[in-house]
T-cell receptor, first 110, second 117 residues
Framework: GQQVMQIPQYQHVQEGEDFTTYCNSS?????IQWYKQRPGGHPVFLIQ?????EVKKQKRLTFQFGEAKKNSSLHITATQTTDVGTYFC??????????FGTGTQLKVEL | GAVVSQHPSWVICKSGTSVKIECRSL??????MFWYRQFPKQSLMLMAT?????????EQGVEKDKFLINHASLTLSTLTVTSAHPEDSSFYIC?????????????FGPGTRLTVL
């Protein structure tokens, strides 16, 4: 199936540092979703972006959809230990399917 | 709202046995349910899509005779791993979506960790 690349694959940061993960698609997207999966847990829906150039914020998280609707980013300001987990973007497919990105695993050290 | 449960949360079985995993939408009717598999440190890979009352649609490379899916009602879908082998050990996650509104959101269950000895 389609593989959606996310970079970086892993990121270790010190608590308080910022973190960004990028999701890239070769095709124009109608929308993109972001999920967070804590270690041992299941994916939890974070947000959905629909409009070109859209920027949405959730507290310390900022989500951006590229102007060409082919890429997206998730930025966390001043990371905390509670931010630990793997962040996935997910692209829509036919019939409400989702194709998940490769994920970025975030580790936050005190 | 929009809670999805899975049962069991973990299971250990012997090679050659079959294992059934249930996925339930607790407070909404799910027109479509999806089954994913996730190996350690990897992404979620869609296995199949099931719609209530119809046959499941399997992704390329997923054996439909090995992974039996039944979506008997708008709140319940089951995945049966038949004649399980150690390579089937994985984290199986279901999700449910409702129709109406665009784009639809999938609500994920807590997952079932299968270990085949």
């Amino acid at each position: 199936g389609q593989q959606v690349m996310q970079i970086p694959q892993y990121q270790h940061v010190q608590e308080g540092e910022d973190f960004t993960t990028y999701c890239n698609s070769s095709t124009t997207l109608s929308n993109i979703q972001w999920y967070k999966q804590r270690p041992g847990g299941h994916p939890v829906f974070l947000i959905q972006l629909v409009k070109s150039g859209e920027v949405k914020k959730q507290k310390r998280l900022t989500f951006q959809f590229g102007e060409a609707k082919k890429n997206s980013s998730l930025h966390i300001t001043a990371t905390q230990t509670t931010d630990v987990g793997t962040y996935f973007c997910a692209l829509p497919g036919g019939g409400n399917k989702l194709t998940f990105g490769t994920g970025t695993q975030l580790k936050v050290e005190l | 709202g929009a809670v999805v449960s899975q049962h069991p949360s973990w299971v250990i079985c012997k090679s050659g046995t079959s294992v059934k995993i249930e996925c339930r939408s607790l407070d909404f009717q799910a027109t479509t349910m999806f089954w994913y598999r996730q190996f350690p440190k990897q992404s979620l890979m869609l296995m199949a899509t099931s719609n209530e009352g119809s046959k499941a649609t399997y992704e390329q490379g997923v054996e439909k005779d090995k992974f039996l899916i039944n979506h008997a009602s708008l709140t319940l879908s089951t995945l049966t791993v038949t004649s399980a082998h150690p390579e089937d050990s994985s984290f199986y996650i279901c999700s449910a979506s409702t129709s109406g509104g665009f784009p639809d959101t999938q609500y994920f269950g807590p997952g079932t960790r299968l270990t085949v000895l």
